[in-house]
């Protein structure tokens, strides 16, 4: 028996199918702003729809009109749709926040993901630039900063001679011109934020972290980071495959 999750984000929608002993073996790739421009893939939903599958499906999603969309294609061929805010969560993972119902499904999925180090901060390099701790195996809360590409975007839009910049991978001095300048400015500018907000988290907890990386700018930047990370970009998919496995 194999499994469907998926994780419906801001930028990328990321469908799933887990094997017998909640393994990835396979990912759909969508790309969120296309996804209300095109039609399913009617063929994958058509391969989806056979014997092999658990009828069941478990999404982590940040927008709500994607989720519904999924959820009725899905319920039309006989599976049961759930998101994750709508299981127990806390059975798996403690929350110490006032309102668990604005934590956003992707840091919970993280989160539970990371579960196994314990003390750990996950940041996220999606369309916002997050930070969450979970400490003693507690999520703690966190930090949410803009996202780097959306940031480029922005400074673009809202000025009338900035280009829209790459960044690249080192930058050895400030600018000379202006694509280097833009380039110092979001390299060594994100690289003094990551840093600076890891060093207070730890301050303020006294406690050593684990620094999990994840996103489209995780390996970019695991160079500029001064504690020892790791990356995984599956992080995401792991809490939600550990979810359905507890829960579901």
């Known amino acids: 028996m194999n499994y469907i999750i998926g994780d419906i984000g801001n930028t990328l929608i990321k469908i799933s199918i887990l094997n017998k002993n909640f393994k990835i073996v396979k990912v759909l790739n ?5 996804f209300f421009r095109e039609k399913i893939d009617k063929k994958f939903l058509k391969k989806i729809s056979t014997n092999r599958y658990d009828k069941q499906v478990l999404f982590s999603s940040v927008v709500p ?3 519904k969309i999924l959820k009725k294609n899905f319920t039309l061929r006989g599976f049961k749709v759930f998101e994750m805010k709508e299981l127990e969560i806390k059975k798996i993972l403690k ?4 309102n668990y119902y604005q934590l956003g499904s992707d840091r ?6 990371s579960l196994k180090y314990r003390n750990s901060i996950i940041i996220d390099f999606g369309t916002a630039t997050t930070f969450d701790i979970v400490k003693n195996g507690v999520y703690e809360g966190g930090v949410i900063c803009p996202g780097i590409n959306q940031s480029i975007i922005n400074l673009h839009k809202s000025t009338a001679m900035l280009p829209i910049t790459k960044l690249k991978k080192i930058q050895k001095n400030y600018g000379k011109n202006t694509q280097e300048a833009l380039n110092a400015g979001f390299l060594w500018g994100y690289e003094g934020l990551i840093n600076n907000i890891i060093k207070k988290i730890s301050s303020k907890t006294k406690l050593k972290y684990t620094i999990i990386l994840t996103g ?4 970019l930047f695991k160079r500029y980071i001064k504690e020892k990370t790791i990356i995984d970009q599956d992080i995401t998919i792991k809490g939600i495959a550990k979810t359905y496995n507890k829960l579901l």
């Open 30 to 34: 969508l790309e969120t702003k296309k």
């Open 65 to 67: 009109q994607v989720f």
């Open 95 to 98: 929350i110490n926040i006032k």
């Open 108 to 113: 919970i999925s993280n989160s539970i993901g």
């Open 216 to 219: 489209g700018f995780a390996k």
